[in-house]
């Protein structure tokens, strides 16, 4: 099966923008403005601390988010992956282990910073490193979220894919349907609790998820396999999402997993082009990094006002691939106002001048062009662009007509 086959069905969220940000507390305010009306943004504890990650981690995180400036720049959601949990009780409820000792507690002290928290569990008896996960438990642990004050849950598929395959083998349409009623399932447990929480999908774009993630109440959904921190995984992730587009929308969005951004596996470049290839997908952006010893390098590009104000652009669309010549790509992203985002990457494995001519991809001759990274309005010849792009590197332009 081709999980990137192009598709004219769009799936676009019909709904009216009343608020950007979804509020901490009542159902009131989840009935009032969609849950995750522009991309989530935040921090996940995976990529560092993997299973590790303590209570104490959460809230020096928090803290970091705030002091850094993340916080400022939109990034909300400080998420608890895997190994958080602990055992059932006699009653079935779920609880947190000995490294985090009050999960209410934790959760009051991320809101106190204007933050939100997110957690982990999988459909599936235990999750990817074997703790507890909610089968059979849905409603519980839902509830048992909401009454700690969690606002968002990735939701992993891991053990659950074995009790599939026990029950319906290898059969792709009762698999699909499986996968379906299990995220349905705990969509509705979490609606039931009155509690705004986003819901995020990790199954990596088994099924072409896109398709139907927003059917059983996703607001986003893994395209993918796990990102690592080296170019040629987020290249390879990044640059094949094309022809997603049509399935992203306000409240539901394609998430190509979580930025490595500022983990040491790249360059400066090449973590501005993972960047760039993120906010002209309207991703999620979930940074991953250590965020107490982030370098200045690394938090100028996770702050970037103007780069992230792409990604979280209220018209709510992603961008896609409209030009490749060679090593060299352009992707572009409709915004509001009739402006338009224009990423332009060099693929090659050395320092390239690239030529562009930007009427190719819709832009006027007298458009205004905004290099977001320079924070300038750059020259073009008769409409053509023309720099280099360091290997692997990148640029971003906003393009107004």
Known sequence: MNRHKKSMRSRLCAVVILALLVGLGSAATAQSAPIAASPPMGW??????????TDTDIRRAAD?????GMRDAGYLYVNIDDSWEGKRDAKGVIHSNEKFPDMKALADYVHSQGLRLGIYSSPGPTT????????????????????????????????????????????????????KAAYLKMHRALLKTGRPIVFSMCQYGRFDTWMWGADVGGNLWRTT???????????????????????????????????????GGMS???????????????????????????????????????????????????????????????WAKPL??????????????????????????GVSRHATVRDLWLHKNVATLHGVFTQVIPKHGSVLLKVIQ
């Open 336 to 361: 509001i106002h009739n402006a338009q985002a224009i990423a332009i990457f060099n693929r090659a494995d050395e320092a390239r001048t690239v030529i562009v001519d930007l009427a190719r991809v």
């Open 64 to 68: 970091a988010m705030v002091s850094s």
């Open 225 to 263: 396999s796990d990102i690592k921190d080296n170019y040629a995984s987020m290249s390879n992730i990044g640059f094949h999402q094309d022809g997603l587009a049509p399935f992203a929308g306000i409240g539901h969005w394609n998430d190509p997993d979580m930025l490595e951004i500022g983990n």
């Open 268 to 330: 400066d470049d090449e973590y501005r082009t993972h960047m760039n290839l993120w906010v002209i997908l309207a991703a999620p952006l979930l940074a991953g990094n250590d965020l107490s010893a982030m370098s200045p390098q690394t938090q100028l590009i996770l702050t970037n006002a103007a780069v992230i104000a792409v990604d979280q652009d209220a018209l709510g669309k992603q961008g896609d691939r409209v030009l490749r010549d060679g090593y060299t790509e352009v």
């Open 128 to 179: 990817c490193a074997g703790f507890e996960g909610s089968y059979g438990h849905e409603e519980q642990d839902a509830q048992t979220y909401a009454d700690w004050g969690v606002d968002y849950l990735k939701y992993d598929l891991c053990s659950y894919r074995s009790i599939m395959e026990k029950q319906v083998g290898h059969d792709v349409i009762k698999l699909i349907e499986m996968e």
């Open 44 to 53: 996940n504890s995976w990529n560092h601390f993997a299973t590790r990650v």
